[in-house]
């Protein structure tokens, strides 16, 4: 058996040679690698044996066993440092040839140091606290008047002040060619209903309590215990879906789950919770911009709204 985990090592490492730089080795009878992405479940080989268990740490790996045989596939294997800063290793398409990896959090801003960021958790969000947005606040705000990248504070009603579009994404520093930016609406529509299985892919979902949706990547693989009711609500809130803990939560991330919190408006300087999400896209419309709103009962990827109407940003960066 020995002998057999010292050629899985070799193999494994192989697979990734060309991808990241790590260094794979052996610790009590387990394959590690540093920074690992997730960690899959063990494998036990063969009947009678339940000493003879392997931690793979590589993300998407479907292992079979039979009898003192192992097969191990590895589906769209994210090495770490092939994910760029910031970003969550699933791959969503957002259309017919293009695919997208999402921010590990929704957009912040701070204007007293005049900083950007990303929440530390997909499933974090300020609510109130926008209420005290000014160009002086030195806490966060995470909602944002349309296109207002070069001037976050802004918090008129005045539809003409909204009128120029500047990206967000301009202020995130990034290494490489790709840079974050804003889903257009058709990438929005492409999301939550063009992509293979687009319907199975996203679903209502209360996370320790925290509202919102959960986006599933193109090749979706649950982990073992856990699963996923697909759509929204008919009757009910998003808990009547799907509800997790964050331990199982953290299972669900891990293998590429993206979470959008039911964060909420902001009106002028009033905030609105109305247990809703809405989320702008970078594309205008006839009334102001589309922007993706949902709430526990009904998903509007492709919605019209007013400029001055501010709302949630995440940010994505193309594979």
Same mark, same amino acid.
């Given at each position: 058996?020995?002998?057999?985990?010292?050629?899985?090592?070799?193999? $494994?490492?192989?697979?990734?040679?060309?991808?990241?730089?790590?260094?794979?080795?052996?610790?009590?009878?387990?394959?590690?690698?540093?920074? *690992?992405?997730?960690?899959?479940?063990? $494998?036990?080989?063969?009947?009678?044996?339940?000493?003879?268990?392997?931690?793979?740490?590589?993300?998407? /790996?479907?292992?079979?066993?039979?009898?003192? /045989?192992?097969?191990? /596939?590895?589906? +769209?294997?994210?090495?770490?440092?092939?994910? *760029?800063?910031?970003?969550?290793?699933?791959?969503?398409? $957002?259309?017919?040839?293009?695919? $997208?990896?999402?921010?590990?959090?929704?957009?912040?801003?701070?204007?007293?140091?005049?900083?950007?960021?990303?929440?530390?958790?997909?499933? +974090?969000?300020?609510?109130?606290?926008?209420?005290?947005?000014?160009?002086?606040?030195?806490?966060?705000?995470?909602?944002?008047?349309?296109?207002?990248?070069?001037?976050?504070?802004?918090? /008129?009603?005045?539809?003409?002040?909204?009128?120029?579009?500047?990206?967000?994404?301009?202020?995130?520093?990034?290494?490489?060619?790709?840079?974050?930016?804003?889903?257009?609406?058709?990438?929005?529509?492409?999301?939550?209903?063009?992509?293979?299985?687009?319907?199975?892919?996203?679903?209502?979902?209360?996370?320790?309590?925290?509202?919102?949706?959960?986006?599933?990547? +193109?090749?979706?693989?649950?982990?073992?215990?856990?699963?996923?009711?697909?759509?929204?609500?008919?009757?009910?809130?998003?808990?009547?879906?799907?509800?997790?803990?964050?331990?199982?939560?953290?299972?669900?991330?891990?293998?590429?789950?993206?979470?959008?919190?039911?964060?909420?408006?902001?009106?002028?300087?009033?905030?609105?919770?109305?247990?809703?999400?809405?989320?702008?896209?970078?594309?205008?419309?006839?009334?102001?911009?589309?922007?993706? +709103?949902?709430?526990?009962?009904?998903?509007?990827?492709?919605?019209?709204?007013?400029?001055?109407?501010?709302?949630?940003?995440?940010?994505?960066?193309?594979?």
């Amino acid at each position: 058996m020995k002998k057999f985990f010292l050629s899985l090592a070799v193999f $494994v490492m192989a697979l990734c040679a060309n991808a990241q730089t790590n260094q794979y080795f052996w610790y009590n009878g387990n394959l590690m690698m540093g920074n *690992p992405i997730a960690q899959i479940d063990s $494998v036990t080989f063969g009947e009678g044996e339940p000493a003879d268990t392997l931690h793979i740490m590589l993300p998407r /790996t479907i292992i079979k066993t039979v009898h003192d /045989t192992v097969y191990i /596939t590895i589906h +769209d294997t994210v090495c770490p440092n092939d994910v *760029p800063e910031g970003a969550l290793n699933g791959l969503f398409s $957002v259309a017919a040839d293009k695919k $997208v990896r999402f921010s590990k959090g929704n957009l912040q801003y701070q204007a007293s140091t005049d900083t950007w960021r990303f929440a530390e958790n997909q499933y +974090d969000f300020i609510g109130e606290g926008n209420e005290n947005i000014s160009s002086t606040y030195n806490g966060w705000i995470d909602l944002f008047g349309w296109g207002t990248g070069n001037n976050p504070t802004l918090s /008129t009603t005045s539809t003409s002040a909204y009128s120029t579009y500047v990206e967000w994404g301009n202020n995130i520093d990034v290494n490489g060619a790709n840079k974050w930016y804003t889903l257009t609406v058709e990438e929005w529509g492409y999301l939550f209903g063009g992509r293979t299985n687009a319907s199975s892919l996203y679903g209502a979902a209360s996370i320790n309590g925290i509202n919102g949706v959960i986006l599933l990547p +193109d090749n979706w693989i649950l982990p073992s215990g856990l699963t996923f009711n697909a759509g929204m609500a008919t009757s009910g809130s998003y808990n009547s879906v799907n509800t997790y803990s964050l331990s199982e939560w953290q299972q669900l991330e891990a293998n590429g789950a993206v979470f959008l919190p039911a964060s909420g408006y902001r009106y002028g300087k009033s905030f609105y919770q109305e247990d809703n999400g809405t989320y702008w896209s970078s594309s205008p419309c006839s009334r102001g911009a589309y922007n993706c +709103d949902f709430h526990s009962n009904y998903m509007h990827p492709q919605q019209e709204g007013d400029l001055y109407w501010s709302q949630a940003v995440r940010l994505v960066i193309a594979e």
